[in-house]
């Protein structure tokens, strides 16, 4: 390293330990030469004018080497910290706890449908279930999953529908509803962000249900269902592994089958 470039570095040092970071202005004042340094090293960098030695001192103050970059992962924080409250990342249009979020959730559609918005970026968005299009939103879905989804037709009240339905979040997230008492949470926040809209749904079963679990070569368990009430807990770790319901036969045919066999 040249003298010169140690002695920026040795101030840039003392501006982050006084400032808490390396966003240093490059307009008119104290810092207007180091600022410019800080820019400078940036383009260095691009071009490949700085050494290994030289990037790996300034990464150990934290070095922003892309200014845009660092506002893009902030807004991706926040985009995480929504999936893990609501279950989704499909921010409303009109999102009142953060306009700014809504905002940049649109740009990135946006960026996306004119091919701006790099391929890595894109995997981030879509390891958080990212949909490019609301409209398409259950083409996130597998599709052995999309094809066993019927879309809900609410009353006119808004209400959902009554009956024993399994409406699916996203993958590996659905909630049991029979459209009777209060709205699960989780249906709660999926409404509150799709303008009342219910999510798809996997019907179930009229009836008393048998649910066959395991290999039919090696096996099958057969688990009762009431044709109401909560699922059993083995049918529904089954529907968010594999987004189906398990294959099920009526509980009172498959048992007059059983004991014409056994005659």
Same mark, same amino acid.
């Given at each position: 390293m040249s003298h010169q470039? =140690?002695t920026m /570095?040795e101030?840039l040092k ?5 400032h808490?970071?390396?966003r240093?202005p490059?307009?008119a004042?104290? /810092?207007?030469?180091?600022?410019r340094?800080?820019?400078?090293q940036r383009?260095?960098?691009?071009? $490949?004018?700085?050494?290994a030695q ?11 080497w892309s200014a845009s970059n660092?506002a893009?992962?902030? !807004?991706?924080r ?8 609501h279950g989704h ?6 999102y009142p &706890?953060s306009?700014k979020l809504?905002?940049w959730?649109h740009?990135?559609?946006? *960026? ?5 918005l790099s *391929?890595?970026?894109v ?6 279930g990212?949909?490019w299009?609301?409209r398409?939103?259950?083409n !996130?879905?597998?599709? &052995?999953?999309?094809?066993t989804l019927?879309?809900?037709d609410?009353?006119?009240? @808004?209400?959902?529908e009554?009956?024993?339905?399994l /409406?699916?979040?996203?993958?590996g997230?659905?909630?049991? /509803?029979? $459209?009777?008492? =209060?709205?699960p949470e989780?249906?709660?926040?999926f409404r509150?962000?799709?303008?009342g809209? !219910?999510p798809a749904y996997?019907?179930?079963?009229? @009836?008393?249900t048998?649910?066959?679990?395991g290999?039919?070569?090696?096996g099958?368990k057969?688990?009762?269902?009431k @044709?109401? @009430?909560?699922l059993p807990?083995c049918?529904?770790s089954?529907?968010?592994?594999n ?7 009526p509980?009172a ?6 004991h014409?066999k056994g005659?």
């Amino acid at each position: 390293m040249s003298h010169q470039w =140690d002695t920026m /570095y040795e101030a840039l040092k003392a501006f982050r330990e006084t400032h808490g970071h390396c966003r240093v202005p490059t307009r008119a004042g104290p /810092y207007q030469r180091l600022g410019r340094w800080v820019a400078a090293q940036r383009y260095k960098r691009k071009v $490949g004018e700085l050494d290994a030695q030289q990037i790996e001192a300034l990464d150990a103050l934290d070095f922003v080497w892309s200014a845009s970059n660092r506002a893009w992962q902030r !807004m991706y924080r926040a985009l995480q910290a929504f999936v893990d409250e609501h279950g989704h990342a499909n921010v409303p249009e009109r999102y009142p &706890a953060s306009q700014k979020l809504a905002n940049w959730v649109h740009s990135q559609r946006h *960026s996306y449908r004119k091919g701006r918005l790099s *391929s890595e970026r894109v995997h981030q968005l879509e390891e958080l279930g990212f949909c490019w299009s609301l409209r398409d939103r259950d083409n !996130m879905l597998p599709a &052995a999953v999309r094809d066993t989804l019927r879309r809900p037709d609410p009353p006119e009240d @808004g209400e959902p529908e009554d009956g024993e339905k399994l /409406y699916v979040i996203r993958t590996g997230v659905c909630v049991q /509803y029979d $459209g009777n008492g =209060d709205v699960p949470e989780p249906l709660q926040r999926f409404r509150c962000a799709h303008d009342g809209e !219910m999510p798809a749904y996997i019907p179930l079963p009229d @009836g008393e249900t048998l649910f066959f679990l395991g290999n039919r070569f090696y096996g099958e368990k057969p688990v009762r269902w009431k @044709g109401r @009430g909560p699922l059993p807990d083995c049918v529904l770790s089954f529907v968010r592994e594999n987004g189906v319901l398990p294959r099920h036969e009526p509980a009172a045919s498959s048992e007059r089958a059983h004991h014409a066999k056994g005659a």
